[in-house]
């Protein structure tokens, strides 16, 4: 049975993955090609470096490394602006009330995510405190697929990563999961997230709604 639930935040909490590419897009857009929303697919779960990278070859560009900063730098900055108006009611749609039904349970609560924005977006919706601890961008290094991020995660809530639950829309991180040790739950298309051991439309499936 499930000790530990930890979610993922850009496309299970939040819907921010359209903020994302707005800011990569522009980014694209200055550097003189299109970045397509299909484009776009391979960056979710990815860290901000290693979408850069993505985002460069696509555009066949060629950056050294100050340059690479400087740009990552850009896009976060035209990120930032958009997630600075984020509003409760852009969590999705039975999150926060799973999160709730988890606790009362007396199921511990993580985030694992490779977001260095994750603790700004959580105080923006309102949600900081329904997490026991939050494993972000921050606090590891090695991106999804590697297991790093929920490893730390289920140590900061004190369980065996097999007693935890990880939920996730991306298919790094469903990989993540697993080789986490940990059971997972995707969030999306069963094509893209094959790998889980269920598939879900969206967390408003799993909360009871009264
Ligand atoms: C992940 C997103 O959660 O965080 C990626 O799915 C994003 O698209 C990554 O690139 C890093 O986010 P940030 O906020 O640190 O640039
Ligand atoms: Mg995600």
Known sequence: TMKGAIFDLDGVI?????????????????????????????????????SLQILLEVGGVEANEAERLEMADAKNKEYVDYISRL??????????????QLRSRGV???????????????????????????????KVSKAKPDPEVFL?????????PSACVVFEDAAAGV????????????????????EADRVINGLYELAEIH
Do not use: C
Not at 108 to 137: M, P, Q, W
Not at 152 to 160: D, I, M, R, T, W
Not at 175 to 194: H, M, N, P
């Open 152 to 160: 730390a995660a289920s140590a900061a809530l004190g369980l065996e």
């Open 175 to 194: 990989q993540a999961g697993k080789a986490a040790g940990s059971k997972v739950v995707g969030i999306g298309s069963a094509d893209i997230l094959a």
């Open 14 to 50: 939040v819907d921010t993955a359209k903020y994302h590419y707005l800011a990569w897009r522009s980014l694209a857009k200055r550097l003189g090609f299109e970045f397509t929303e299909e484009d776009n697919e391979r960056l979710k779960g990815v860290s901000r470096m290693e």
């Open 108 to 138: 511990k609560v993580a985030l694992g995510s490779a977001s260095k924005n994750a603790e700004f977006i959580l105080n923006r919706l309102g949600i900081a405190e329904l997490f026991d601890a939050v494993i972000d961008g921050t």
């Open 87 to 100: 509003e409760p009611s852009e969590i999705l749609p039975g999150a926060r009330e799973y999160l709730l």
